[in-house]
């Protein structure tokens, strides 16, 4: 009971990651741990959502439960979610981000390698050499890509070719940012380019940390969490 607070998810995960950081929480807030659609209990083998239809999710969600101005947390992909989310809607209170996704990087290294692989992949499907062709794909693409659906894979290539540098701005309200200093996934520098834009931000680096701080320090991670809710 209390005020709203909604945590979403990262990629390949379910509201359940947030158990233990909540726990504290169940006082003085109404805590939201959702499965997003295509993840844990809410799967699906035909919907490919967009960043916008999970935005547009969201705003459901919270329409339908007649959610009232609550607090946003995302992790990772749930944060660029909440990107979308808050640069076009205004019904919540403030925004927490962790590791965040949502910054594109182009680089020339990673061009190439694209292009090898798109190469690769024509070649082997023109010469019907099959065997290859579906090693090649299932032995392309990140950890989290490999162990996805066919659906969350869909999925992933959608958002991981979508920068959402531009709606940073569009963010007014407050905006806490809690970032493992060591993560690789999603690394720092994505995180002074958030707080650089959004402007009533903060920004909050977790030493020795990956990509998981709330999880790799729990108590660290808490104390920042209560101290900025008041907890």
Not at 36 to 43: C, N
Not at 118 to 127: P, R
Not at 154 to 164: D, G, H, L, S, T
Not at 211 to 227: D, Q, R, V
């Amino acid at each position: 009971t209390g005020t709203p607070i909604i945590f979403l998810h990262g990629w390949g995960c379910t509201g359940d990651i947030f158990t233990n950081i909540t726990r504290d929480l169940y006082n003085n807030y109404e805590v939201y741990l959702i499965d997003l659609p295509a993840f844990g209990k809410s799967i699906n083998d035909s919907v490919i959502f967009s960043i916008n239809d999970y935005s547009n999710f969201l705003y459901s969600f919270i329409g339908e439960l007649k959610i009232d101005n609550p607090i946003l947390v995302g992790h990772s992909f749930g944060g660029r979610i909440l990107i979308e989310y808050t640069s076009k809607y205004n019904n919540y209170n403030k925004l927490i981000l962790i590791d965040s996704a949502g910054i594109k990087r182009f680089s020339i290294k990673k061009k190439i390698k694209i292009l090898i692989y798109k190469c690769k992949k024509k070649y082997f499907k023109l010469t019907k050499q099959l065997m290859k062709y579906e090693y090649l794909i299932s032995n392309s693409g990140s950890d989290d890509y490999k162990n996805s659906t066919n659906i969350q894979k869909e999925i992933m290539k959608n958002a991981v070719n979508y920068n959402q540098r531009k709606l940073l701005k569009k963010i007014t309200k407050e905006t806490l940012i809690i970032w493992g200093e060591l993560d690789k996934l999603t690394p720092l520098k994505d995180a002074k380019v958030f707080k650089k834009l959004i402007k009533n931000s903060e920004l909050i680096i977790i030493p020795k940390t990956k990509h998981f701080p709330f999880l790799e320090e729990p108590i660290y991670f808490k104390t920042i969490l209560n101290n900025n809710l008041g907890v």
